[in-house]
């Protein structure tokens, strides 16, 4: 093997390395994002700000999630007035699962004060799949009804994560062997 052709041999590793480096690496971005619009847990309910958060504390202690629900079981189902109009204005809330509109439940209308409506739900009996939040404000004689999609989609525990660090991992060790293997001049 020439010393051009061993040089080329080595990079194509390296690069294969840096690709799947790069595609291991997750973004971290907070919960929030600086553009507000682009957070797909914010919804606006009428012309007011609503941000939904679940949370499995069975599985992820207090790991926020949105429109991917990665734990089939208990879930806090968490609604926080981003502003103050809407603890004056009367609100039910409900879950279905979809796309059959079965009730997971419902929460009689009411005004909740403090900014936040939050409920316990045990979503092992309806199962994995699709749901709707349903957030249904009482104003003026006038209903309006705003729905928030989500999925609970567990995650399987040997995912394309690790098979992309294992392919690394091989890839790593086979260059290492052809560059010891190497001559040296």
């Known amino acids: 093997m020439s010393v051009v052709s061993d040089r080329l041999f080595l990079k194509v590793p390296v690069s294969l390395f840096v690709v799947l480096f790069f595609s291991l690496v997750s973004n971290s971005f907070a919960h929030r994002s ?7 847990c914010r919804i606006q309910v009428g ?7 679940a949370y499995t504390p069975t599985f992820s202690k207090s790991k926020q999630y ?13 609604f926080d007035y981003e502003g103050k109009k809407l603890r004056q204005i009367t609100i039910a809330f409900e879950v279905t699962k979809e796309p059959e509109g079965t009730r997971v439940f419902y929460q009689q209308p009411g005004k909740y004060l403090s900014g936040t409506f939050a409920k316990n ?9 699709a749901y709707l939040a349903h957030i249904k404000i009482f104003h003026k004689g006038k209903t309006l009804d705003t729905h928030l999609p989500f999925n609970v989609k567990p995650k399987s525990g040997f995912g394309l994560r690790f098979l992309m660090l ?6 790593l060790a086979y260059g290492y062997k052809i560059y ?3 001559p040296l001049n």
């Open 66 to 78: 949105c429109q991917e629900i990665p734990h089939l079981g208990l879930t806090n189902l968490v």
């Open 166 to 171: 294992m392919v690394l991992m091989i890839a």
């Open 180 to 182: 010891r293997a190497r």
């Open 34 to 40: 600086q553009d507000e619009q682009r957070d797909p």
């Open 47 to 53: 012309y007011e700000p609503m941000h939904f958060t």
């Open 121 to 129: 739900v045990d979503l092992t009996t309806f199962g994995v799949g």
